[in-house]
Each structure stands twice: as C-alpha cells, then as structure tokens.
C-alpha cells in the first residue's frame, strides 16, 4: 500500500434545473454553469448569489437575544464593568474586536468600564477554561457581566463559579450544543444551533453572533430612542466580521447571512477604512478576496493565539495609529514565521504516524507527539485529513498538566466530528475531560494515560458512523470539467470574481483539462514547488504546483509528458502588467 491515498477527481454534478432557471434571470451561463454546481436551491439561489444587506435574518429572532440584550443595555444604563471573554483564534480576535468598538463608539460605554479576556492557548486552554474563570474572578477590576464570543456554550461549570460571584454571563457561540444542553447558569445563551431556535441559520460564525448582538442593543435602543450615538453604523464592523467569518470556514452556500457580510466585509477593507487595513495594503494592491483573508490576513492573526495569548492581534485590529498598525504587521509576521517552523517539523512527524496508521487500514488518524505544540495542531491535523481523506485528531503536551494532553480535530464532508466526540465520550469513562466544537472541527482534551482507549473508541465510533452512512473515505478533488480555447483568458478571472465570496460548500472553481508539459523546475528554499510551463487547449501558461513533491510520482514526470491537470485561475502581475497564470491543485498522468 501507498504511504498515502491518490486524490480522486470529480466532475461536479450540474443541477440543470437550477442552471435554466437563473440563465432565465439573465445570470451569465459560465457564471451559472458554476452555481448550479454548488446550490441546488431553487428559492434560496438568487439570494446567495445576490447579495443585498436587507436580506439579513432579524437577530431578535435568536432565541435568548431580547434578553440578553436588555441585560447589555441594564449594563450600559449602570455603567457597569463589561468583561469581554472570546477564543484566541480569527474568528474569537475579531468577535472581541467587533463587541469592544460596539460598546464603545455604538453605545458609548468606557474604555475603562471594559475588561478583556482571551484565554492563552498553551497555559489556560480553549474557552471560558478553570484558569480563566480564576483569572477573572481575581481581577483587580471585577466585572458584573461577562460576554462570550465564539465559546461558553460547554462551559457550565465556570459559568456557575462566575455567577456565584454576582458576575451575569452572556454566551455567544454557534459550536454545537454538548449532550447536557446550554449551560442552565448562564443568564442567557445565544447560539443558533440550539434546540427551539428561530433564527435558522445555524451556519453562522462566532464573530457574526456577537455582531447579532449588538444590531438587538442598537435596535431595541433606538425604539426607545436612547440610541448614544446614531452616526456609528454597525456596517462599519462588517471588515471584522467578514475576517472571522472566512477565517472560521463556515458554509459558503448554505447561509445567506455569511455571503451578505463576507461581501460587503471585503468591500470595506478595500477600501482601506481602518489603519490595520492601510498596513495590509502592500498585500492587496489588486483586489480583496475570500483567498487574500483566508490565506493572508487570517494566518497573520492567528499566528498571534497560537503562538502567544491573542491580545496582540485585537490591539492591531482597534489600533487608531497607522505607524503603530505597520508595527504590529511586522510582530504577526515574526509570530506567523515561527509558527511555521513549528508546524512544518510538527506536521512531518505527524504525517509519519498517520500514514502508518493509514497503511493499517484506519479509517480515523488520532496522533499524539510528545514533543507537539498545542498552539499549531489544528492546522497540522488540517492538513493530514486532506492528505488522507480521513477524519483526524493530532495531540500535544498540555502546558502544566502532565498527565493531560489536548487535541484538535478536523473532518471531512459528510463525517461530523462533534458527534462522533458526543458517542466517544459517552461511551467511555474517565478518558475526555472537555470537549467542544462542530461539524467539522472541535477541541479535545483526554488524560494521557487513556490515549490508546480513546483511539480504539474513536475508531469504532467512525467505522459505526461510515457504516451508517453508506460512506467511502479518500481524499477527493471536485472540478467544474474543462475550460475551452477561448475561455482561457483574463476575463474569465474577472468574471469569476463575481461569484465571491468563496468559502466552504461554495470554493472557489478548479477546472480539468488534459495539458502537455513543455517546461518544468523544482523551486523554493527547500525544492518542494513544482513550477510548470503548460499546453492547455494550444495556450502556453505558467503554472505554479506547492507542495508538489508530498505527491507519489512528481519526480517521474518529464518534459512532452501529457498530462490531466485540476488548477484554478489566477492573475499574474508583473511590472504593470497582468497575465493569465494557474495554480496547480493536482497533476497527474
């Protein structure tokens, strides 16, 4: 057996309903072609694809939201000491962001009458943890409300040590809801996946939920016309949300709500609004876009929680001074190069023992290091389930506590991880301390001494849930099918825009074709890059293949060879001069 799986490639199945019927609302049919290929619903199409902020869902339709908001407004009223507690990853540092302007430039409430709270990854864990709620409860400036974003939702226990102090909590989450239910102590929990609630949109991102909160403060202020400051519009947060929003890779195509801030939250970082925005700028010259956040702006932030406790990234997000916000670039982009040495050193141990545990025939990857970085394991277990197509949990040494290690979890379509924990956990004892998350990733810890029963567990679990699902697990890569002679232009990338944003369940289009190498060499520090010169469809284009070499076979190919390529477009610039150009998603003969 391989030391890992070939990717399998599909063409997408068109929905040619769907592709009539918004060539019948004057979509343009290569535009269409691609849409019918994602969204198979008729009613919702328009709306995902047109995208108008009148078509947000009404927050006060969460449960939990009318109360919550008028304890934020008691709060206000009384000039009480708000404690913000949010995650440490994009979507937690932009949730913390997007409450501290609110509060403070919405509602006019003190700088000094806010507390922030983000838990350090490595010394206090994930979410509203023991350390801390300790940490809070012995604060110098104690406050009487604690609001969560993006976590609380598993987090009863300290919630309860919280109120026993007089400290009212407001949990905003949209991790799935644990076995036992919200938590009975919190004074109101606003979480769309909860059972009763009427928002129905569970697929919004944590930062989305606090923003919710906010427009149900300003609205229920401003019927009782006690709104602050009415020249502060919430649609200037929208920058914040659209940041987590693409950072946390929620559904692209089953949420109206994440299109419609994702859009115009890209549209008010091109425009430079902010001084954070202005010292990215180098790094968005030509166009903001679902890619530049995902795979620029958001690793930048998150290197900050991985790697150190998260604050630093919401101080460069609220920062007001733009000599300072070029500073704080250069700190992320320190943090965001070690990260990387890390996880490289990290992810090629890790990518041993799984393809180990593949070549047994797992049909789940749970890998522990000794010497592994909880700060980086999610983006290495990332990148071992793509590799394997297989659900995988990667963990690490937890920072202080010897005898307990934390995990992360990332799983593929059509397995969702969060329930195959709840079976886990259920079905063993005295093996999961905590655990939390979604669909497709959570956050774990076990003790130590119990990482054999819990893989053994896990296995089962995700065998039982394969069999009931009639499923087959591999790596997979889903394409539109080929582009023509005259498709291969610029213009299609122009046209391609259109459709953003890209995200999960709607990623940006890889297209198929049969091409013929006319030049290739291997480049980058460490010659893993397979830079490519194609004949698609008698057009000469540059390609660019990364991490070409983890692939069986690459060091075969040969000049003339005639190949079938997945790529996606992209723009090429140079010297003031744009040309068509491909990056290579999979290559082979």
Known sequence: ????????????????????????????????????????????????????????????????????????????????????ETDHDCDGQTSHAI?????????????????????????????????????????????????????GSSDEERIALLKADNIDTIVTDHHAIPPEGVPKSAYSVI????????????????????????????????????????????????DFVAV????????????????????????KISQKSRPCWEAFSDYFQHQVDSELLGFMI???????????????????????????TYKWVDFLQLQN????????????????KASKAYQKGNKSLCVYLEDGHAGVHGISASRIKDAFGLPTILFSPKLGESEVITGSARSVDGVNIKWILDQVSQSTKEVVIKYGGHTGAAGISIYKDKFDVFSEVLEKSVRDYIHQHSLELKPRIFCEGGLTYNELKLEIVDKLAKLEPFGREFEAPIFLNEA???????V??????????????????????????????????????????????????????????????????
Not at 193 to 216: E, F, N, R, S
Not at 337 to 352: D, G, L, N, P
Not at 516 to 522: P, S
Request: net charge positive; glycine share 4%.
């Open 99 to 151: 409450l501290f302007e609110g509060l403070t430039k919405l509602f006019l409430h003190p700088k000094d009458k806010i507390r922030s709270y983000i838990g350090h990854r490595m010394e206090e864990g994930y979410g509203l943890s023991d350390k801390l709620a300790a940490r809070i409860l012995s604060d110098t400036i104690k406050p009487t409300l604690i609001i969560t974003a993006d976590n």
């Open 244 to 267: 987590g929003t693409v950072a946390d890779c929620v559904s692209m195509a089953k949420s109206v709500n994440n299109r419609i801030v994702a859009f115009y939250g890209m549209r």
């Open 337 to 352: 190069t070690q990260r990387k040495a890390v996880q490289k050193k990290m992810t090629e141990k890790a990518m041993s």
């Open 1 to 84: 057996m391989s030391l890992r799986p070939k990717p399998s490639v599909y063409v997408r199945e068109k929905n040619d309903e769907i592709y009539q019927y918004l060539c019948g609302e004057n979509i343009d049919a290569f535009l269409a072609n691609i849409i019918a290929r994602r969204i198979d619903d008729k009613e919702k199409v328009l709306s995902l694809t047109q995208l108008t902020l009148k078509n947000l869902t009404d927050p006060l339709l969460m449960k939990g939201m009318d109360r919550a908001a008028s304890r934020v407004i008691e709060a206000l009223e009384r000039e009480e000491v708000i404690g913000l």
């Open 516 to 522: 013929k190498i006319l030049a290739l060499r291997f």
């Open 191 to 238: 979480n769309p996946t909860q059972k009763d609630c009427h928002y129905q949109d569970p697929y919004i991102a944590g930062c989305m939920v606090a923003w919710l909160l906010l427009a149900a403060v300003r609205k229920k202020l401003l019927d009782q016309n006690k709104l602050p400051n009415s020249s502060f519009q919430l649609t200037e947060l929208l």
């Open 524 to 589: 980058g520090k460490e010659q893993v890059h397979l830079q490519l010169m194609l004949d698609i469809e008698q057009k000469k284009l540059k390609a660019i293949w990364f991490f070409a070499t983890e692939h069986d076979g690459v060091g075969a190919l040969q000049l003339g060879d005639t190949v079938n390529v997945a790529y996606r477009l992209s723009k090429e610039h140079f010297k003031g001069v744009s040309s068509l150009s491909i990056k290579v998603e999979y290559l082979y003969k």
């Open 298 to 324: 958001a690793p930048l932030l998150n290197s900050d929680g991985r790697m150190s406790n998260a604050l630093s990234s919401v101080s460069f997000l609220l920062s007001e001074d733009v000599n300072e």
